[in-house]
């Protein structure tokens, strides 16, 4: 297995959105989560992580409640509003859009 990457630039609202659509999670297990679900391929740093989810809280796509975790400590759990699964959807829609307009250029050019 390789070296984990970096994610693509513009990604990182897109997957923070889709791994807390399920259930709300805090801020390690968001990081965990995307990592073991890609195959230990994206590691998303805590440096980029916490202004993610801070921009996500302020433009009311996600809230934040403190909670007790499995291990008894305190953390601030994030889930999605009703705004954040419509930007959700159109996230997704975009990535849709690029990645198979990349897989274009790169099976026919």
């Keep these: 297995m390789g070296k984990p990457s970096d994610l693509v630039q513009g990604t990182l609202d897109l997957l923070i ?9 805090h ?5 965990k989560r995307i990592q073991q ?7 998303v740093q805590q440096g980029s992580l916490y202004p993610a989810l801070h921009r996500l809280e302020q433009q009311a796509w ?5 909670t007790e975790t499995e291990t008894g400590r305190q953390a601030k759990f994030y889930s999605l ?3 954040g699964r419509a930007q959700l959807e159109r996230e997704k829609e ?3 859009r690029l990645s198979n307009a990349i897989n274009l250029v790169v099976e026919n050019v």
């Design 37 to 43: 679900i890609s195959n230990e391929v994206l590691q």
């Design 81 to 83: 509003t009703a705004a």
């Design 94 to 96: 975009s990535w849709s």
């Design 62 to 66: 996600i809230r934040a409640k403190w």
């Design 27 to 31: 801020g390690w297990a968001i990081a």
């Design 17 to 25: 959105l889709k791994t807390i659509a399920l259930e709300p999670m």
